[in-house]
T-cell receptor
Framework: KQEVTQIPAALSVPEGENLVLNCSFT??????LQWFRQDPGKGLTSLLL?????REQTSGRLNASLDKSSGRSTLYIAASQPGDSATYLC???????????FGSGTQLTVLP | DAGVIQSPRHEVTEMGQEVTLRCKPI?????LFWYRQTMMRGLELLIY????????DSGMPEDRFSAKMPNASFSTLKIQPSEPRDSAVYFC??????????FGPGTRLTVL
């Protein structure tokens, strides 16, 4: 059974700092990995999708990497802004049932 | 382009009552997923459909839960009878194939 871990659970940084969020998983037989953002009381917004055959994806100030051999993914946020404050979730599509398994998230606070 | 639409956004009901949550996926998407989010368990997949056919319902917690997808543009998740432990945020998501999933805003259910 796929297990997804996100560390740290919470992170607070000053505005302008570059930061990295971590996601680790136990089963490397994945189809894809997706990073989401969730604002308080809101739904999930898809940020980036990395297919199993890819190593990274970029969108604006965001860059996500995938290393299946080590069971890790990182989300890099450049020049963080207060508007980036949210909970960031990684999720992996894996297994014969092709289920999306979520980590518990990293709650990010960017201080002005 | 409208995203995934869910209704109602908030539902407060009393224990024992029937609850029906509704979802309209993104047009053209052939997969529809129902998730539940709680503080204790995070995000969990309840059931998913492909071309209106239920594929995996192993996440449905009990027989009190049922889901239908009568056509490509509508799905329901029903709880009968509801219990306080069913209180959670229920999300619907859709995708094309096993690709990027797009989530609706969620329905916050409170069972008193």
């Amino acid at each position: 059974k796929q297990e997804v871990t996100q560390i740290p659970a919470a992170l607070s940084v000053p505005e302008g700092e570059n930061l990295v969020l971590n996601c680790s998983f136990t089963d490397s037989a994945i189809y894809n990995l997706q990073w989401f953002r969730q604002d308080p009381g809101k739904g999930l917004t898809s940020l980036l999708l990395i297919q199993s055959s890819q190593r990274e994806q970029t969108s604006g100030r965001l860059n996500a990497s995938l290393d299946k051999s080590s069971g890790r993914s990182t989300l890099y946020i450049a020049a963080s802004q207060p508007g980036d404050s949210a909970t960031y979730l990684c999720a992996l599509l894996s297994g014969s049932a092709r289920q999306l398994t979520f980590g518990s998230g990293t709650q990010l606070t960017v201080l002005p | 382009d409208a995203g995934v639409i869910q209704s109602p956004r908030h539902e407060v009901t009393e224990m024992g009552q029937e609850v029906t949550l509704r979802c309209k996926p993104i047009s053209g998407h052939d997969y529809l997923f129902w998730y539940r989010q709680t503080m204790m368990r995070g995000l969990e997949l309840l059931i998913y459909f492909n071309n209106n056919v239920p594929i995996d319902d192993s996440g449905m917690p009990e027989d009190r839960f049922s889901a239908k997808m009568p056509n490509a543009s509508f799905s329901t998740l029903k709880i009968q009878p509801s219990e306080p432990r069913d209180s959670a945020v229920y999300f619907c998501a859709s995708s094309t194939g096993y690709n990027e999933q797009f989530f609706g805003p969620g329905t916050r259910l409170t069972v008193l």
